[in-house]
């Protein structure tokens, strides 16, 4: 059983348990506030579905991109990415009237789509070695030579 359900199913009792002795024991019993209990008990329907963790997230925001900047990031991407890449399409914005910080329009962007299908990805690298694999041994051997100065070798004759 997942921690979601657990959640859910300490909540379902003590909601019953609200039920049975009131909002003040339950709070005491499960140690849990009275505001908590209130909100659980004004949306229990008798299923563990109505007592899991909602979503938190907003639904909008204030400082999000308006569909014009949105339109006009578009077009200064298909002008300007290929040849110049984000600084080229910033620049192009700008001076067409966008007024936003060069990170919010590369966040925009990738959100709206752009950017991610263009990038071409390096091909997979093939198995092939620079040698061939040898299956005998002694087949291929690397010996190093190095010279010994005559004036070294004087004392031993």
Known sequence: MNIITQEAKKRQTVVKCEVKKGKNRASRMYGVSLSSIKRWCKRYDGTLQSLKEKSHRPNSHPKRHTAEEEEL????????????????????????????????????AKRIGLGSELKTQKPSRKHDRRYPELLVPGKKVQIDVEEVPYNCLRFYK
Do not use: H, N, P, Q
């Not at 080229?88 to 914005?93: F, I, K, N, P, Q």
């Open 73 to 108: 990031i578009r077009k200064c991407f298909l002008e300007k990415y290929l040849r110049y890449g984000w600084d080229g399409v910033y620049d192009e914005a700008v001076e067409r009237g966008y007024k936003r910080s060069f990170s919010g329009m590369v966040y925009a």
